[in-house]
T-cell receptor, first 119, second 111 residues
Framework: GAVVSQHPSRVICKSGTSVKIECRSL??????MFWYRQFPKQSLMLMAT?????????EQGVEKDKFLINHASLTLSTLTVTSAHPEDSSFYIC???????????????FGPGTRLTVL | QKEVEQNSGPLSVPEGAIASLNCTYS??????FFWYRQYSGKSPELIMS????GDKEDGRFTAQLNKASQYVSLLIRDSQPSDSATYLC???????????FGAGTILRVKS
């Protein structure tokens, strides 16, 4: 399968600060990237879908001004959690989906995730 | 009816047995289906994708799709303790692109 990386893997920050998480597709071009959040013992929750060069589409209930998503290239998307609060503490996971012409078209590959703890 | 439904389990099987994981889906998803494995504290890992009726085999894993009955299954042969994880069934949403996940089935393989 294709490889997606995330950085950092773990971050601890103070309430009120902003945190940026990077998601990179290492061996394929991800025309679409997705950002999920997962609380302990719960299902994955899709936060937003981003297409390269376009504004992200946010799921209902997800604040776009709080969770800023940028998908500037076919291999990089970033999620910035602005003015983080303890309730934002969660496991954030990105995934990438290849273009129509890629070997793994139609399949989503997940990054290893970023565990955010807001104090 | 939920778009993708799975029994949450846990499903317990002895080492070496066949584990059978099932998933049903509604008309509100498209015809692309995926099985992911998620270990505790880790992100999901793609095991298999299946788009056509019938069976698709990859090593110890076999995915089965029955569009008439709207179910997808995953068989794991010669189950190992390392297969113990949550298995997520997913389908592409009605309008494509987004994945719709089932709640996941916890599998426990006992040695």
């Amino acid at each position: 399968g294709a490889v997606v990386s995330q950085h950092p893997s773990r971050v601890i920050c103070k309430s009120g600060t902003s945190v940026k998480i990077e998601c990179r597709s290492l061996d394929f071009q991800a025309t679409t990237m997705f950002w999920y959040r997962q609380f302990p013992k719960q299902s994955l929750m899709l936060m937003a879908t981003s297409n390269e060069g376009s504004k992200a589409t946010y799921e209902q209930g997800v604040e776009k001004d709080k969770f800023l998503i940028n998908h500037a290239s076919l291999t990089l998307s970033t999620l910035t959690v602005t003015s983080a609060h303890p309730e934002d503490s969660s496991f954030y996971i990105c995934s990438g989906k290849g273009s129509r012409w890629s070997r793994s078209y139609n399949e989503q590959f997940f990054g290893p995730g970023t565990r955010l703890t807001v104090l | 009816q939920k778009e993708v439904e799975q029994n949450s389990g846990p499903l317990s099987v002895p080492e070496g047995a066949i584990a059978s994981l099932n998933c049903t889906y509604s008309d509100r998803v498209s015809q692309s289906f995926f099985w992911y494995r998620q270990y505790s504290g880790k992100s999901p890992e793609l095991i298999m994708s299946i788009y056509s009726n019938g069976d698709k085999e990859d090593g110890r894993f076999t995915a089965q799709l029955n569009k008439a009955s709207q179910y997808v299954s995953l068989l794991i042969r010669d189950s190992q303790p390392s297969d113990s994880a949550t298995y997520l069934c997913a389908a592409e949403g009605e309008y494509g692109n987004k994945l719709v996940f089932g709640a996941g089935t916890i599998l426990r393989v006992k040695s």
